[in-house]
């Protein structure tokens, strides 16, 4: 008997420590676990009751009851009583009720988040609070209008069979000192991880179909299938299910190079979780900080040795890279195409009266024989060519301004030789930015022979058809 008065004299104080005001926090918990044990110990070892314990601890029955039947945390978690008044929550409450039942009529992507309430309660009700308030206000009302539904997904584990996932992220580099927005082509195999991506300044289908055939290239052979978005590139219209009607272009670029499609269900981007995740790991990884080159190409050709770089490290416990991943799906994928697809958008064209045809929004010139027939545009990633059933009429690099006029002034050279008075006002000349010595040509042709001074000055010009630029600027 006096061990044991002993050993709950040892322990009473302890006890008493818990209702100090002076005790840090960690000490108090440390003493509540302490207390835990030794009711447990007492209850258990020593087969006192609940009763007794009570009387040499000080606790009341259903805080013993608590700790022997159920857990500390239940013991030593604070239960609120009583909602504390929220005067300025309720004041914006059935605003915010009504702003969200009103958008389940609403495209779920033209709804409210928390950040758009805030915007609204600054701007329509003074609100002074912030922003992270309203973030749990909105949280508790979709809680109780059961608004929150969060999917469940399923794990996923791919066989080595040659799959891949495909999609484009907006990124910016800086190509020559500014700062250039365009789009990140994405491809990446499902099983082994192994990636390629490539930067355009759009995408366009001409952009689609090039980063296809340099992924093919870089990973010499072609996915059995590969899984897309409803890109308007590939689809002409979403159907049933998975269905889709496919853009006729990109019909004959599958089968050029012989692999299957498969499209995401509408607004569920998430299928293709693997390139979808990898977007977030390049735009940390790779375009962080932003890239600078002094060209598209430049930057291109950097990008794919960080693809090569990255797919080769050594990753997990067992330091497998993806490439060596990638060698194990290779017998399922496709053999590189012997022919190479034109990878161009097409457009029938008219020329107009100044020798101009228009595509994509900017126009370009032919040559004046061309005037009133329909040409055949071919827009690639960095140039156009412009045909004449087989025969190629004219060339130029792709503007992506919009509303510019582009001239060559070979093709206009047989048009001036029949109108030499236009050659100071035309914009075929002017555009040509030649060399000074042209203009001072002109002028000293004109002071010499006013009257026929635009025509021998043409004739200076017609013998561009015969030398080129450079030696004709020595001659003058």
Same mark, same amino acid.
């Given at each position: 008997m006096l061990k044991k008065k002993l050993t709950t004299l040892t322990i009473k104080p302890a006890m008493l420590e818990v209702a100090k005001p002076t005790a840090k926090a960690g000490e108090r918990e440390m003493t509540k676990v302490d207390t835990y044990k030794y009711i447990k110990e007492q209850h258990i070892r020593e087969r006192k009751s609940i009763r007794q314990i009570s009387r040499e601890t000080g606790l009341a029955r259903q805080t013993i009851r608590k700790i022997l039947y159920g857990s500390v945390e239940?013991?030593?978690?604070?239960?609120?009583?009583?909602?504390?008044?929220?005067? &300025?929550?309720?004041? #914006?409450?059935?605003i915010i009720q009504q702003w969200l039942l009103d958008d389940q009529k609403r495209p779920p992507k033209q709804r409210h988040n928390s950040q758009r309430?805030?915007?609204? &309660?600054q701007l329509e #009700?003074?609100?002074?609070?912030?922003?992270s308030t309203v973030r749990g206000w909105v949280r508790e009302i979709k809680k109780e209008l059961n608004l929150e539904h969060i999917e469940a997904f399923l794990p996923l584990e791919h066989e080595p069979l040659g799959r891949a996932q495909c999609d484009w992220t907006p990124v910016v580099v800086r190509i020559n000192g500014q700062d250039v927005a365009g789009d990140l082509f994405l491809l990446r195999f499902s099983y082994s991880k192994a990636f390629y991506i490539r930067f355009y300044p759009h995408q366009r289908q001409e952009a689609f179909f090039d980063a296809h055939e340099h992924a093919f290239a870089f990973f010499g052979g072609v996915p059995s299938q590969i899984l897309y978005d409803n890109l308007k590139t590939a689809v002409k219209k979403v159907l049933l299910g998975r269905r889709r009607e496919e853009q006729d272009a990109f019909i004959k670029f599958r089968a050029h190079h012989g692999f299957d499609s498969?499209?995401?269900n509408v607004a569920k981007g998430n299928e293709k979780g693997i390139v979808e995740a990898l977007a977030r790991y390049v735009k940390v990884h790779i375009f962080t900080p932003v890239p600078e080159f002094n060209s598209i190409d430049?930057?291109?050709?950097?990008?794919?040795?960080?693809?090569?770089?990255?797919?080769?490290?050594?990753?997990?416990?067992?330091?497998?890279?993806?490439?060596?991943?990638l060698a194990e799906e290779k017998g399922k994928l496709g053999p590189l195409s012997v022919h190479t697809f034109d990878c161009c958008s097409r457009r029938e064209v008219k020329v107009n009266r100044f020798s101009l045809i228009t595509f994509d929004k900017n126009q370009y010139s032919v040559p004046v024989d061309y005037v009133g027939r329909m040409l055949t545009v071919k827009g690639y990633v960095h140039e156009i060519k412009i045909y004449n059933k087989e025969t190629l009429v004219a060339t130029f690099p792709r503007a992506y301004t919009k509303d510019q006029q582009y001239f060559q002034l070979e093709h206009y050279l047989k048009l001036l030789e029949r109108k030499p008075g236009a050659v100071g006002q035309a914009k075929p000349v002017i555009k040509a930015n030649l060399p000074a010595v042209f203009s001072q040509c002109h002028r000293e042709l004109l002071r010499r022979n006013p009257e026929n001074g635009n025509r021998e000055f043409v004739s200076v010009l017609l013998l561009l058809k015969h030398y080129p630029l450079n030696r004709l600027t020595d001659a003058l």
């Open positions: 239940e013991v030593t978690k604070y239960k609120r009583k009583i909602e504390p008044p929220a005067p &300025l929550r309720n004041q #914006y409450r059935a309430i805030f915007e609204r &309660l #009700y003074d609100f002074t609070c912030g922003v498969q499209f995401c430049a930057l291109n050709k950097w990008l794919e040795e960080r693809c090569r770089a990255i797919n080769e490290r050594p990753r997990g416990k067992h330091k497998i890279s993806f490439q060596q991943r």
